[in-house]
């Protein structure tokens, strides 16, 4: 009779509350060491390393900074045990996401005080679109902007909009206002009936839910409409 000693350790052995994604499950992300969350990335380890056992290795070799880990190449990344280049890949691709949001973070957000702040704001979205889109502004309540959100796309003359969509995004996001936004492709800066009709529907969705909407533009390459400026609101 004879042992095989060849098998991999492996992480499922451990009672469930010391595994990473039980771990994160039951007591959330910040339960979690630096080494843990690396181990959740790479996924696996070696014949006789766990994937926690990899990333502690990983974060020794950097002692235990996350970012002289941020500073770290794929190829500083293989010189660890355990550390192919698609796990140090994945590695990499993690610490520059982190670094874009902390980017993002210190931009100053925008603040919308006016129709025309709005339609500045759309452009890199809407400018010189052949087809119609409907689009929402979520706002905090410094009428600062949230994020921009695309409901719907559709054909040159119009696209269908869920109302139940537009508020999901608002109540996942928390916001406390939203602006609506769709354009014309063909310039014309007069809203339609069923433009009209739409927005009521939904400016009573958002008093309902205390969600309430600050104003419709519709968005052309050459200029906007505005439902507050034109006096519907």
Known sequence: MSYNNDKPRTIRSWAEEDRPREKMLMKGRSALSDAELIALLIGSGTVDMTAVDVAKGVMSSVGNDLSELARLSIKDLTRNRGIGEAKAITIVAAMELGRRRKDQAVQKKSKLGSPQSVYNEMKPYLLDLPHEEFWIILLNRANEVIRPVRISAGGVTGTTTDTRMI???????????????????????????????????????????????????????????????????
């Open 167 to 233: 508020f999901k995004s608002a109540i996942e996001n928390l916001a406390s206002s939203l602006i609506l936004v769709h354009n014309h492709p063909s310039g014309q800066l007069v809203p339609s009936h069923a433009d009209k009709i739409l927005t009521r529907q939904i400016q009573e969705a958002g008093r309902i839910l205390d969600v309430p909407v600050l104003d419709h533009l519709i968005f052309t390459d050459h200029g906007f409409y505005s439902f507050v400026d034109e006096g519907i609101f």
